[in-house]
């Protein structure tokens, strides 16, 4: 675990903002993974993505670095943000976009609305 660890915090900490998922970016491969890369995709946040399909010792050790049990995982500027409910419900309240401002993430605010509206 110790490796998976040590790749887990470079990984975090040299990318302001982290998505484990199943699939990449471009190709999710789960519902969850994808509902979550669609909403960073869309709002236009660059962000590194780590499938953990890719990789089973980076797919537990997930898991265990941050206690939670299920993927994705997002984290921004090092810190576990949630997983795909607690990010759509921070997309839909604003919450996310608030983070994104204090951690200096740009994200385009019109496509953070439009989602919000879209959903309202």
Known sequence: MTDAKS???????????VLYMKGTKSMPQCGFSSRVAGVLNYM?????????????????????????????QLYVKGEFVGGCDIITEMTLSGELDT??????VSFDKEAADKIREANA
């Open 99 to 104: 983070l994104f401002d204090e951690n200096g």
């Open 7 to 17: 790749r887990i915090e470079e990984t975090i900490k040299g990318n302001d903002v």
């Open 44 to 72: 236009g946040v660059d962000f590194a993505d780590v499938n953990v399909l890719a990789d089973e010792e980076i797919r537990q050790g997930i898991k265990d670095f941050s206690d939670w049990p299920t993927i994705p």
